[in-house]
Every structure is written in structure tokens, then in C-alpha cells.
């Protein structure tokens, strides 16, 4: 209890200090422009990976999990990822972030537009460059069919200033964290992970088509299936794997097409869950070896 008290209170401070330089420079952001601005715009990811380097530390002094992280060594720190990953825990931030740290630009999610009025999480999130998504449900399109396209649009304009900016995006396809109850609920067909979501990952790839270098396939794997953040805190992890690979998707792909129903959904779809398929495999591979 003690140890995971630390390391919670280590984590809120390293917070509080790099979060509050962060807000500060994203107020210079906001009253500039020109040069000063695109200064500040690349100033701003240092600061979050000295955020991610500081966890990493924290982390380091207080436990003793093994990190073992495979398949990320021909990354370029000047290219721009796109990463789609599993979901199991609040842990999966912190271990693809450490992933990905010192290999490869600056780690950002996409997150739902809501969020950007979140107090002081959504403000730094900003700050940093993360695209924020404005998504409308089919029968909000049903409704108002001139929005139809809207919402990629959007998200384009928000992506913009990755053409000149590297950057490394995560996308968890499933959508939500794993558990057993989801398992059973969605008759996944998978024994470690729950059904791919084709339309966040589609909308992703359509709206970054022209500026993604590579697509990385992360598997994360924790010694148990319902490891939480409490385990990890409390040292009860012995190791965390971390498996990456470099997928090709092919230029058919890379279209607008993905996000509408008709052959190229679904063969999108097809093409992601052969990934799911091989990614089940690679963690049975590792959790039931003798």
C-alpha cells in the first residue's frame, strides 16, 4: 500500500509540474503566431516527453517489473505512426507511452471532441497537439444528412499540422478495456481480446492517409488477463511485454471509402481482423507456454 501511495503521489506531482509548463506554453500558443508559434509547437512535445522520461523513473525507483519490448528498433523519431493496440488496462497508457519514448515522436490518442472543455486535462491536451475527433452517430446522420462527411473533414483540419510535425497516434480498436464479462458479452471470437472496432481505426486512417509513414500493430500483455493499475502500483507485475510490428496497408486502403458501407469497408474489415487474429495468437503464444 505504501508503494503504490508513492508512486501516486509521484506521478501527481510530475503532473502538476511538467502539466503546468505545458498550459503556460500553450498560452503562448494561443497569443502568437508566425514563427515564435511554430517555436513554441515543437517546444511543447519536449515537454511531455520529459512528463513520459520522469514516469518512467518513478516507475524504475519504486518496482521491479521487467520491461520486455520487442519490434519497435526501426523506428525514426522524424516519421508519423499510425499504432493500433489491445486494451486491458489504465497501465496501457503509461507502458505504450515508455514503448515508444526516445524511439519514435511524441505519443498522442485521438479523443472525443467533449473532452477539450475537460479542466486542465483537455486545455494540455490541446496544448500538445492532440487531434481531437468530432464523430456523429448514424441516426444523428439520418437526421441531418448534410453533416454526412462533416466529421472526416474535421478531422482532417485538426490533423494538418502533423504534415510538418512528427508524431506517433494510438488508436485502441477495441474501444474499451478488456474484461471478462465484455468477452462474454460480445461472443468474441478471440480468446484474449475482445472484437475489433473497424470505424475509429477507418477514420483515423482515411483522415492521415497522406501523412502516415507506418502502421504499428502493439500487442501489450500483462502476466494476468484482469491486471489492473492497483497491480502494477503494488509491484504484483513481475514483467510487461510489449510486442510491435510494422504492417503495410495497401493503397486501397488509404481512402475515404473505408468509413462508408460497400466493399471497401469490408475489406478493411477483413484486413483488420486479420491482424486480431494473429494478435490472439501472439499472446496465447506467450501466457500458455509452459
Request: aromatic fraction near 14%; include cysteine.
Amino acid at each position: 500500500m505504501f508503494r503504490a501511495g508513492a508512486i501516486a503521489i509521484s506521478l501527481f506531482l510530475n503532473l502538476a509540474f511538467w502539466g503546468t509548463l505545458v498550459l503556460a506554453g500553450g498560452l503562448v500558443k494561443l497569443l502568437t503566431f508566425g514563427e515564435v508559434r511554430r517555436r513554441v509547437i515543437r517546444l511543447l512535445p519536449r515537454l511531455g516527453e520529459q512528463w513520459a522520461a520522469w514516469n518512467d523513473r518513478i516507475f524504475d525507483t519504486f518496482l521491479t517489473t521487467r520491461w520486455q519490448i520487442e519490434g519497435l528498433d526501426d523506428l525514426s523519431r522524424d516519421e508519423h505512426y499510425l499504432v493500433i493496440s489491445n486494451h486491458l488496462s489504465w497501465v496501457d497508457i503509461f507502458a505504450v507511452v515508455r514503448a515508444f519514448h526516445g524511439r519514435a515522436p511524441f505519443v498522442r490518442f485521438f479523443l472525443k471532441h467533449t473532452l477539450i472543455w475537460a479542466p486542465f486535462v483537455g486545455q494540455a491536451a490541446w496544448a500538445l497537439g492532440f487531434p481531437f475527433m468530432r464523430r456523429y452517430t448514424p441516426e444523428y446522420l439520418q437526421q441531418h444528412p448534410e453533416k454526412r462527411g462533416r466529421d472526416l473533414e474535421t478531422t482532417r483540419i485538426a490533423c494538418r499540422r502533423f504534415r510538418h510535425l512528427p508524431v506517433t497516434i494510438i488508436n485502441y480498436v477495441e474501444g474499451t478495456r478488456f474484461s471478462a464479462e465484455k468477452h462474454a458479452e460480445q461472443h468474441s471470437p478471440y480468446r484474449y481480446l475482445l472484437r475489433p472496432r473497424i470505424g475509429g481505426i477507418a477514420f483515423v486512417l482515411a483522415s492521415l492517409a497522406e501523412e502516415i509513414d507506418a502502421l504499428y500493430d502493439i500487442t501489450i500483455i500483462y502476466p494476468k488477463r484482469d491486471a489492473t493499475m492497483f497491480d502494477f502500483a503494488s509491484n504484483k507485475l513481475p514483467w510487461i511485454r510489449i510486442i510491435g510490428r510494422r504492417i503495410d496497408v495497401p493503397d486501397e486502403l488509404r481512402s475515404d471509402a473505408i468509413t462508408e458501407p460497400g466493399p471497401a469497408r469490408e475489406q478493411f474489415k477483413q484486413f483488420v481482423e486479420q491482424i486480431w487474429r494473429a494478435k490472439d495468437e501472439r499472446v496465447a503464444r506467450v501466457l500458455e507456454s509452459p
